[in-house]
């Protein structure tokens, strides 16, 4: 069964294109019964801090797919340094002395003697990107170890993939000139190389490759968990980057990312990103989002939905909550929109609107206030369910000779402070008769 892994460095954030590497990774070891490793790479002391490595981790925990090993490179350096001494035992390395300013030896990086004068190429079979060769005269002598005797990346991570009998590395297709010099490294530790599959790169509109530096928060898995993203659909909307299940199917569960993924299905050009200055998120991703969240049983939802609308400073029912979480689900992209389309719902008062809000599209304010005036006591007496309020406001139209639209408006608005909101009948039922007449009589003092 398959071993892979993921080796982030802790040197910034999680990147967009690193938790692509990580969940394809994951779904490949999930496929086919397989151990999911998470490596931290952290030989690079300079560059490595402990604020980069716990936003790495909160990234990993938010996507909430979990691993079933976990390492860190820094903790087994004794191994990296004996491997490398059984590579230059085998005199397959070599001590590359620096002289001081005067001339004596001082310190040395110890390098991979490469054999460039014997016409040998190197060869690896990509399970994306096919046959890949390269002569051995292409390839420099490569350090394995620092001048410190600490381990560079081509030491420690094909030592740590060699102990660890990692089976697959799946990667970054800016890695694959790297893995030459590890097939190289896999050799000489008389070990055999582990399959390789390389991913295409993540890149920006302008055909940029999506950068930290350069394009910010856009690459930041943490920009979409701030977003209100859910997180499997963020999952989902990473894996059609450069991966297609082949069915035109895009709404995928996680089961069924599983059961789908596949080498072949992932293709070999650089999938692009898409986003604005004014706006990093990118629209597919937000479209993905607002499906999984219609598709979420509406009890599911709630429990998502309560702390952004405690944070926005709502007194939230649990019960209320999963009266209302069906009447917005369709209106909502992202949890954060929650407040701002289910705010009446919790309210004590409804924020100011204007009395021309209650009039009709075909209408006028007299309209207006005969409906008002008619609505409130068939509701004081109507049962406050949907059929109860529908017979109940349907007979007061038919009573009054205006047609459907023309009484629901006004009660709408008074009761949602908006025209546009969620369909009236669930609506009222939802709020509650007091607060529908409270609300409906102070409509009636703006009309007035």
């Known amino acids: 069964m398959p071993r892979v892994r993921f080796a982030p460095s802790p040197t910034g954030y999680l990147h967009i294109g690193s938790a692509r590497t990580f969940i394809f990774n994951w779904l490949y070891a999930r496929r086919h019964n397989g151990t999911m490793i998470l490596r931290i790479d952290d030989t690079d002391v300079e560059r490595n801090t402990e604020a980069s490595l716990n936003s790495i981790f909160d990234g990993l925990n938010w996507l909430d797919l979990g691993w079933d ?62 046959e890949q060769a390269k002569a051995c005269a292409d390839i420099e002598d490569f350090a394995l170890l620092r001048s410190n005797g600490l381990p560079t990346y081509h030491m420690a991570s094909c030592a740590d993939d060699a102990d660890l009998g990692i089976s697959h590395i799946i990667r970054g297709q800016d890695h694959l000139t790297n893995t030459f010099k590890h097939v190289l ?24 490759k999506l950068s930290k530096r350069r394009h910010g928060a856009v690459v930041s898995v943490m920009t979409y968990r701030d977003a209100g993203f859910l997180a499997h659909a963020y999952v989902n909307f990473l894996c059609l980057l450069g ?3 082949k ?22 050009s650089n999938a692009v990103v898409n986003f604005t200055e004014e706006d990093p998120i990118d629209p ?6 607002s499906q999984h969240i219609y598709a979420m049983p509406p009890g599911e939802l709630a429990v998502h939905l309560q702390p952004y609308l405690t944070a926005a400073g709502y007194t939230v029912e649990a019960g209320k909550l999963r009266a209302v979480t069906p009447l917005i689900q369709e209106r909502i992209k992202t949890f954060r929109d929650a407040p701002a389309v289910a705010d009446f719902f919790f309210l004590d008062q409804l924020a100011p609107y204007e009395a021309a809000e209650l009039v009709p599209q075909i209408g ?14 068939a509701l004081a007496a109507a049962e406050f369910t949907h059929q109860g309020l529908e017979t109940a406001l349907r007979a007061e139209a038919a009573a009054l000779g205006v047609k459907a639209g023309q009484m629901f408006q006004p009660i709408r ?9 969620p369909p009236l009948f669930e609506t009222l039922a939802a709020l509650g008769r007091e607060t529908c007449l409270r609300r409906i009589g102070q409509a009636l003092e703006k009309l007035r």
């Not at 069915?247 to 070999?268: A, K, M, P, T």
């Not at 597919?284 to 989002?289: E, Q, R, Y």
């Not at 608005?413 to 909101?421: D, L, S």
Request: one cysteine or more.
């Open 185 to 208: 490294i896999f050799e000489a530790l008389g070990v055999a190389a582990p399959e390789f599959a390389h991913l295409p790169l993540l890149i920006a509109p302008d055909g940029s």
């Open 364 to 377: 006028d304010a007299a309209m207006a206030l005969a409906v008002l005036e008619r609505a409130r006591p």
């Open 284 to 289: 597919k991703a937000l479209w993905l989002n």
């Open 247 to 268: 069915d035109d199917r895009e709404r995928l569960s996680r089961q069924e990312l599983i059961d789908v993924f596949s080498f072949e299905g992932i293709n070999r």
């Open 413 to 421: 608005v008074a009761v949602c402070g908006r025209k546009n909101a």
């Open 69 to 130: 090993e976990l390492y860190r490179q820094s903790e087994r350096i004794e191994l990296h340094q004996r491997l490398a001494q059984v590579i230059l035992d085998k005199g397959l390395a070599y001590r590359d002395y620096t002289p001081s300013e005067n001339g004596e030896r001082e310190g040395f990086v110890l390098r991979f003697r490469v054999p460039r004068e014997s016409g040998a190429v190197v060869k690896f079979q990509d399970a994306v990107y096919g």
């Open 243 to 245: 991966w297609s299940p």
